[in-house]
């Protein structure tokens, strides 16, 4: 039968009407991305194990915008694959999760109203669950882009998930994460350097974590102290988050596409930043080249001041942000 690329409607919960990449499969379509890899988007239909069933219809229109529809999360999840392949490829030329060219797959209705989502090295696929009374699907675009970024990490750095090097590995997924959102330039879904703020994690409409001041989590570690790795790495990861906020945008106040910010240093310094395109390809090349599994934050400093002098050289603006920001985050 005949067998075409297409490029179908997705009525997505988040992220508003996209185009979605598709598969002609004879009289079906399939959500399979034949430009990305062949990335492929399965319904677990509540199951835990498996891949459950490929995404097939007889329209090449996903979803209606609502949870009810079980296509909306797929549509969503397509999107946020697509959207983290582009970022990639077009911010660091990096084909593929491993670089390769290969796609991941990704699964949603994960279990029953479990309000998580996950990367899984060993499946090298990522999974989604539907929220809060099944309503609310972890698979907002700076979700999906967080997760498929520990596939990354897991690929080159190796960031052991524990201690400083696990908050590192959780902020990278953070950073990269809001890197595919503001990449994506979908006008329903602005980025912002907040974390999870469509998901409503917490139902009271905050966001799960804000990197301008990471202590508005009411968890989160703002600057670095000595027993910081001993926080839970969605804490510990604060350090770096805002470390790239300060360098992305600067201390002090700031309202970006619509949202305050308000980043204080740990010193009372001012940090200039360099804009959030020179922080990410710093904050990559240091991932790719200079991080270990056991890179702490110490380790971070001397790999990013590393990076940005490969990238700007040692007397650059560039170089002296990325200290200056180290800096503010406690970071010496
Ligand atoms: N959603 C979580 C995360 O990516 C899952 C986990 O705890 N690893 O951080
Ligand atoms: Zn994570
Ligand atoms: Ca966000």
Request: charged residues 20%; aromatic residues 12%.
């Amino acid at each position: 039968a005949y067998q075409g690329i297409e490029t179908g409607v997705g009525n997505t919960q988040y992220s508003g009407k996209v185009d979605l990449s598709t598969t002609q499969s004879g009289s079906s379509y399939t959500l399979t991305d034949g430009t990305r890899g062949g990335h492929k988007t399965y319904n677990l239909d509540h199951g835990t194990s498996g891949t459950g069933t490929l995404f097939s219809q007889s329209e090449d229109t996903w979803g209606d915008g609502k949870a009810s529809n079980a296509a909306t999360a797929a549509a969503d999840a397509a999107y946020g694959a697509q959207a983290t392949w582009d970022f990639y490829k077009n911010t660091f030329g990096r084909s593929g999760i491993k670089n390769d060219g290969k796609a991941a797959y990704s699964r949603v209705h994960y279990g029953n109203a479990y309000v998580n989502a996950f990367w899984d090295d060993s499946c090298f696929c990522m999974t989604y669950g539907d929220g809060t009374d099944d309503s609310a699907p972890l698979t907002s675009l700076d979700v999906a882009g967080h997760e498929m970024s520990h596939g990354v990490t897991a690929d080159t750095a190796g960031l052991e998930y524990s201690g400083e090097s696990g908050g590192l590995n959780e902020a990278t997924s953070d950073i990269f994460g809001t890197g595919v959102e503001f990449a994506a330039n979908n006008s329903s879904d602005v980025g912002d350097y907040l974390i999870g703020e469509k998901i409503d994690i917490n139902g009271d409409g905050t966001p799960l974590r804000y990197m301008d001041k990471p202590s508005k989590d009411g968890g989160s570690a703002d600057s670095w102290s000595s027993g910081v790795g001993d926080k839970d790495v969605h804490y510990s990861s604060g350090v770096a988050n805002h470390f790239f906020y300060l360098l992305s945008e600067g201390s002090g106040a700031k309202t970006i596409n619509g949202v305050n910010y308000d980043s204080p240093t740990q010193d009372g310094s001012t940090v200039t930043g360099i804009g959030r395109d020179k922080a990410l390809q710093i904050w990559y090349k240091a991932l790719t080249t200079y991080f270990t599994s056991t890179t702490d934050y110490a380790g971070a400093r001397t790999g990013t001041l590393k990076a940005a002098s490969d990238l700007y050289g040692e007397s650059s603006t560039e170089y002296k942000a990325v200290e200056a920001a180290w800096t503010g985050v406690g970071v010496k």
